[in-house]
């Protein structure tokens, strides 16, 4: 079993930064590969960025590319996603997700086998 707990989402103008971290519990953080998704209102639950259970591979959705960083700390056993240069289109429910079979993590929803309960991010124009 995996406990995750997300926070630091909030409203922000577009251009802005938000850092959202999420904490695990349960397994040993440091064996598995963990991942964020989006969901906008309407719309499916999209893939942003994964990592792998090292850290030492990252890959992002191309949205997201170049303005998001996704990076863990097994010390503290949480995951973070750096959102730089924020647009409203960024605007969504966000969740971490852990893939407990996977030590490379995947863009594929149905790989994933934890999730957080989510964190609301509203870029304003």
């Known amino acids: 079993q995996v406990q995750l707990v997300e926070s630091g989402g909030g409203l922000v103008q577009a251009g802005g930064s938000l850092r959202l971290s999420c904490a695990a519990s349960g397994r040993t953080f440091s064996s598995y590969a963990m991942g964020w998704f989006r969901q906008a209102p309407g719309k499916e639950r999209d893939f942003v960025a994964a990592?792998?259970?090292?850290?030492?591979?990252?890959f992002y959705a191309d949205s997201v590319k170049g303005r998001f960083t996704i990076s863990r700390d097994s010390a503290k056993n949480t995951v973070y996603l750096q959102m730089n240069s924020l647009k409203p289109e960024d605007t969504a429910v966000y969740y971490c997700?852990?893939?407990?079979?996977?030590?490379?993590?995947?863009?594929?929803?149905?790989?994933?086998?934890?999730w957080g309960q989510g964190t609301q991010v509203t870029v304003s124009s």
């Open positions: 997700a852990a893939d407990i079979d996977s030590h490379t993590g995947s863009s594929w929803f149905h790989e994933y086998d934890y």
């Open positions: 990592i792998s259970w090292s850290g030492s591979n990252t």
